[in-house]
């Protein structure tokens, strides 16, 4: 099941009112997507298809995309996804690879891990912190848009719910943010980023040590994230190993 978790971890997180899961009915794939319009606001993973059916799932993924005046979507391929040359196939079909093309699933799964000296981190405590964690989280994606309060205010009503956010503090300021679904198996990272000029500080740690201490709490410890060039080599060296290797392709509209 870790395996499943690495590879697909949207499938496996908790939804809320503000985020969506489109099962296709055989089993062939699945989109995730989370509020606006963005490319990356709608992810697919977990495509099973023989190689026939490549270009009319594609078309179909895109229709569903459409009906919802979506951008586009990006596209994460585990090691499981079929057929064996899905990669190459979509690529000729159109979509282009991530700018960080290559993603890792990883897992620490008994995590004893030391937070950094300097650095406090800690779930939101408030629409101020929740804000603040949007806002950075905002700068290091290089998202263009501005962030909604409305939206913020919305899922401060469901912290802890199906998940927690996370803030990292420096001399008291909010420098880094992450988030934390919990599952039976495990906690599943996500959003982990900090201000460009907080890096090197250790908040990046502070956040995986604070959302490891709150999945040992709930009796699943073990913590599973998609790992790129940035956050890869610091969660090696937290003890994290790889057990999947993902595609990361974007389909434009």
């Not at 079909?93 to 937070?115: F, H, I, N, Q, T």
């Not at 779930?123 to 913020?152: C, I, K, M, N």
């Not at 500080?201 to 999945?215: H, K, M, N, T």
Request: proline share 8%.
């Amino acid at each position: 099941m870790i395996r499943e978790l690495a590879e697909n971890p949207n499938l496996h997180q908790p939804l809320g009112p503000h985020k969506a899961l489109h099962m296709d009915d055989a089993g062939r794939f699945a989109v995730f997507l989370t509020p606006g319009t963005p490319v990356r606001a709608a992810t697919v993973q977990r495509v099973r298809l023989v190689p026939t059916e490549v270009e009319p799932a594609l078309e179909e993924i895109r229709a569903l995309l459409r009906s919802q005046h979506r951008e586009g979507a990006e596209w994460e391929l585990g090691e499981s996804c079929t057929p064996p040359d899905l990669v190459e196939r979509l690529l000729a079909l159109g979509l282009r690879l991530d700018d960080d093309p290559v993603a890792y699933g990883m897992v620490l799964r008994e995590p004893k891990l030391e937070p950094p000296a300097g650095v406090e981190a800690r779930p939101v405590a408030s629409l101020e912190d929740l804000r603040a964690a949007r806002e950075v989280q905002r700068v290091a994606f290089g998202d263009p848009r501005p962030v909604d309060d409305a939206l913020v205010l919305d899922d401060l009503a469901r912290e802890g719910v199906e998940g927690t956010t996370f803030v990292a503090l420096i001399d008291g300021e909010v420098v880094a943010a992450a988030y934390g679904a919990p599952t039976p198996y495990g906690t599943l990272l996500f959003g982990g980023a900090t201000l460009p000029s907080a890096r090197g500080r250790g908040a990046y740690r502070a956040l995986v040590a604070a959302r490891a201490a709150d999945a040992v709490s709930r009796g699943a410890p073990a913590l599973v994230t998609h790992a790129g060039r940035m956050s890869r080599p610091i969660l090696e060296r937290l003890g994290f190993e790889t057990v999947a290797r993902i595609d990361r392709l974007v389909d434009e509209l």
